[in-house]
């Protein structure tokens, strides 16, 4: 896994003008009346496998159909479920990629969706100004366990390397806090390539996770189980990225 300060050298948008994460500075938010509220509509049925990819643990879902979708607040169509990820650190509070006023979270949730109404594949939304949508869970390290990501932290175990497994009818909206109050800003992909075709949309209340579920990320391997070298799957996050000019709304 390189390093984002090398990234510019593949990827020359990583220096591009609307790059992510970024820090979100609550009272610089712009409050725009005219949000309205994101609607989650997840079939129950469609996630598919969990997989180790290298850089992060990814779960598909299904998107040959309108299924599982999310509309409204800042977007003109609604757009589909195509798989979650993780972004975690090493230890205490580090890990997520967006901040909030300086301060990060021990995780982030990615849940990406892509515009299928005005985009034929996936692939020619990835390169769409208005192509994808990730919605952002932030997960915040407590004592207590989230009661659902158990789900995924207990599957885990199976994909330490860099393999696939099937999972059953896992909805991710359980994985959302009660409040879906959000930031929302145009952005980017977080890893290469970098693709400026990002709407994101940042749920301002964390979810609460424990320190034993985030170390079962932390157990997870960058290597495949072939290789020699055992190097442990963790700090996947990039950091803040500069705003260059860009206004980040606020749905309340
Ligand atoms: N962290 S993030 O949510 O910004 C993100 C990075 C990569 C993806 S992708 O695998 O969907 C993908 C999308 C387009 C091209 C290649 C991979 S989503
Ligand atoms: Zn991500």
Request: glycine content about 6%; hydrophobic content about 35%.
């Amino acid at each position: 896994m390189s390093s984002p300060s090398v990234w510019h050298k593949n990827y020359p948008v990583a220096q591009g003008n609307r790059q992510s994460p970024i820090d979100i500075v609550p009272h610089q938010a712009l409050h725009d009346p005219s949000l309205g509220p994101v609607v989650l509509n997840y079939d129950q049925c469609t996630s598919m496998n969990i997989t180790n990819n290298g850089h992060s643990v990814v779960v598909q879902f299904d998107d040959s159909d309108d299924r599982s979708v999310i509309q409204g607040g800042p977007l003109d169509n609604p757009y589909r479920l195509k798989q979650f990820h993780f972004h975690w650190g090493e230890k205490g509070c580090h890990g997520s990629e967006h901040t909030v006023a300086g301060n990060s979270y021990a995780s982030e949730l990615h849940l990406v969706h892509w515009n299928a109404v005005k985009y034929k594949t996936f692939g020619e939304a990835a390169t769409a100004p208005d192509g994808l949508a990730v919605l952002v869970s932030l997960l915040h390290k407590t004592g207590d366990d989230h009661r659902w990501l158990h789900v995924i932290t207990d599957a885990l175990y199976m994909v330490k390397f860099k393999v696939s497994t099937t999972v059953n009818c896992f909805n991710p909206k359980c994985l959302l806090p009660s409040s879906l109050h959000y930031w929302t800003y145009l952005g980017s992909l977080t890893t290469p390539p970098l693709h400026e075709s990002v709407i994101w949309i940042v749920l301002r209340e964390p979810i609460i996770v424990s320190e034993k579920q985030l170390g079962k990320f932390r157990m997870l391997l960058f290597t495949g189980e072939e290789e020699d070298q055992r190097i442990r799957m963790e700090n996947n996050f990039r950091p803040p990225q500069p705003l260059k000019g860009r206004k980040v709304r606020s749905s309340i």
